[in-house]
T-cell receptor, first 116, second 117 residues
Framework: GAVVSQHPSRVICKSGTSVKIECRSL??????MFWYRQFPKQSLMLMAT?????????EQGVEKDKFLINHASLTLSTLTVTSAHPEDSSFYIC????????????FGEGSWLTVV | GDSVTQMEGPVTLSEEAFLTINCTYT??????LFWYVQYPGEGLQLLLK?????DKGSNKGFEATYRKETTSFHLEKGSVQVSDSAVYFC????????????????FGKGTLLTVNP
């Protein structure tokens, strides 16, 4: 079946540095990908909707200059956390929308970010 | 705005026990409702869905019925197995039609289920 892969699954970075998380659809093309963030014992919160070839649409309260999203191809979207701080430590998960069939959404495995 | 409330976990059951995880929602119009499951170390997988009132979604022995009058979509399984141990998320999608933004999901907090042998 369709698979969405995220990389890295876990990353630790120093405060003030930037870190990039990749989201790939492995066997289908995805015009739209979604980035979510989850704090412990909280809901998955939508951060932004990423459309191939255009600027991402950010949800209210999400800093677009801090969370840079690039969807340069139909199989890859990246989330870059710039100048990371400990409060950015969280679980980030992406999902991808297929272009065909039932327009199904597939989720990646998620990425744990720890900023120290 | 839209919101989903599901029962607090964790839930611990013995094998073959009956499972209910409550989920209620707040949304305008007629949202589609979903249950996702996340097994340890894996991404979220769609478990079942219902797109209109009184629809029953079912998969792998799990069932949930879209109740508009009570704005609920409770997940049930008659006899759980150890392999059902996972985190379960209730979610809604309000949009319909073409356009990627219509597929934004609003999630509940998730309920951790542990099934002991």
């Amino acid at each position: 079946g369709a698979v969405v892969s995220q990389h890295p699954s876990r990353v630790i970075c120093k405060s003030g540095t930037s870190v990039k998380i990749e989201c790939r659809s492995l066997d289908f093309q995805a015009t739209t990908m979604f980035w979510y963030r989850q704090f412990p014992k909280q809901s998955l919160m939508l951060m932004a909707t990423s459309n191939e070839g255009s600027k991402a649409t950010y949800e209210q309260g999400v800093e677009k200059d801090k969370f840079l999203i690039n969807h340069a191809s139909l199989t890859l979207s990246t989330l870059t956390v710039t100048s990371a701080h400990p409060e950015d430590s969280s679980f980030y998960i992406c999902s991808a929308l297929t272009r065909t069939g039932e327009n199904t959404i597939y989720f990646g495995e998620g990425s744990w970010l720890t900023v120290v | 705005g839209d919101s989903v409330t599901q029962m607090e976990g964790p839930v611990t059951l013995s094998e073959e026990a009956f499972l209910t995880i409550n989920c209620t929602y707040t949304a305008t119009g007629y949202p589609s409702l979903f249950w996702y499951v996340q097994y340890p170390g894996e991404g979220l997988q769609l478990l079942l869905k219902a797109t209109k009132a009184d629809d029953k979604g079912s998969n792998k022995g799990f069932e949930a019925t879209y109740r508009k009058e009570t704005t609920s979509f409770h997940l049930e399984k008659g006899s759980v197995q150890v392999s059902d141990s996972a985190v379960y998320f209730c979610a809604l999608r309000r949009g319909t039609g073409p356009g990627g933004s219509n597929y934004k999901l609003t999630f509940g907090k998730g309920t951790l289920l542990t099934v002991n042998p």
